[in-house]
């Protein structure tokens, strides 16, 4: 009777273990830290996702691998279009204990048509456990690309894609559309519990859903981003933008920073090199521009991933960044800068190289650690 009992248990204890989430052999991440999504092959096709931990001043720490074909149940493989800039956006949850990231059902090198395989959601802890069970099928039929996922706490999932921008859940297996309108988003944020997009649309917008943060409406209405000196802000491509609250005067956000990518033509005439630009918001309403700086040493293709922390005592913000070439297969930056201007100051200075990634590789997005933290410097993300 006893060894039927102990198998039992040992039965139960197996189909508990194979219904969680893998945690990939790696250490915790530290507080403080980047991390940067990789390909590790920039050459060509789909690619399998490596998470690469970095000190702020650029010290390589650890790498997790994402699921590939060799994934073990429940976890699904994710990969991205190498040869693709929008793929690989990472964004840090907003409560800051999970990094989200979209991809594709595919593994190493694995040429799965863009119509019909189905869409994977990757959320990571700060203990670098894995959780790729969220399969959506209903986002890979004819509308394709899937650019980024954010969320408030690891299970409420927003997407944006060419479908729009879609709403889940954590292991779910369907989305539900919350906007009718032609958008083409490419990255989103959330602060002040609103989302916030960009989009790539033929007026290359910036908007807001007007709803906060909606689950369920089909119809949502959005609220588009005026500015100067433009009557949208015309960024021609922003891959990823970041969002502060510096002026007490002013509700809400009040400075955004804008990372653009080269590959396109066009634009607002001050910035067609590509590169970092910022907007202030004024009290009529209007977001402002105030100044672009292009990174080097690649200054004619652009930036990829954005993030930035404030230091809640002097209001001096200091940005990541990740860069794009225009030839996908040449190796990118992580890249620093830190604007002392504060709110309505003009945008100067240079970026700093903190790490290049290794030949045939390619950065794609940049987050904080989960977790990510202190007293001194506050993290305004979301």
């Not at 003009?346 to 933290?373: C, E």
Request: charged share 10%; aromatic share 8%; with cysteine.
């Amino acid at each position: 009777m006893k060894t039927i009992t102990f198998i039992r248990s040992c039965i139960v204890a197996s189909l508990f273990l194979w219904m969680q989430p893998s945690h990939v052999f790696s250490a915790s991440f530290n507080k403080g830290n980047l991390v940067v999504s990789r390909v590790a092959n920039a050459t060509t096709g789909w690619q399998s996702v490596y998470l690469d931990e970095y000190t702020p001043t650029g010290t390589f720490v650890q790498t997790v691998a994402l699921p590939d074909a060799t994934a073990i149940l429940p976890n699904r493989p994710i990969g991205i279009n190498a040869q693709s800039s929008n793929d690989g956006t990472l964004n840090l949850s907003v409560d800051r204990k999970y990094l989200v990231m979209g991809g594709y059902k595919t593994g190493i090198s694995s040429v799965l048509a863009k119509d019909g395989n189905t869409r994977i959601v990757a959320t990571v802890d700060k203990d670098a456990t894995v959780n790729t069970t969220t399969e959506l099928s209903d986002i890979g039929t004819t509308a394709w690309g899937f650019k980024s996922v954010v969320s408030t706490n690891g299970i409420d999932l927003w997407l944006s894609g060419q479908f729009g921008i879609n709403y889940t859940t954590l292991g779910a297996s369907k989305s539900t559309n919350l906007t009718t309108t032609t958008l083409n988003p490419i990255n989103q944020g959330i602060y002040d519990n609103k989302l916030y997009f960009s989009s790539t649309t033929a007026t290359n917008l910036f908007g807001s859903l007007n709803n906060g943060l909606p689950t369920s409406d089909g119809s949502q209405d959005i609220t588009v981003l005026a500015a100067s000196p433009t009557p949208n802000i015309g960024i021609q491509y922003p891959l990823s933008f970041v969002m502060f609250d510096l002026d007490a005067s002013i509700a809400g956000v009040d400075v955004m920073y804008v990372a653009e990518n080269a590959m396109l033509t066009g634009g607002i005439t001050a910035n067609t090199a590509r590169g970092l630009t910022k907007y202030c918001l004024n009290s009529s309403g209007l977001w402002v521009r105030k100044g672009a700086i292009v990174p080097a040493p690649i200054a004619a293709n652009g930036l990829k991933g954005l993030t930035g922390v404030c230091n809640a005592a002097t209001g001096a913000i200091t940005l990541y960044a990740t860069t794009v070439t225009s030839t996908m297969t040449d190796q990118t930056s992580i890249v620093t800068l830190t604007d002392n201007s504060g709110y309505n100051g003009a945008l100067v200075g240079a970026f700093t190289t903190l790490a290049t990634s290794a030949a045939g590789t390619a950065f794609r997005g940049i987050a904080f650690t989960p977790g990510t933290l202190t007293e001194n410097v506050l993290l305004k993300r979301h």
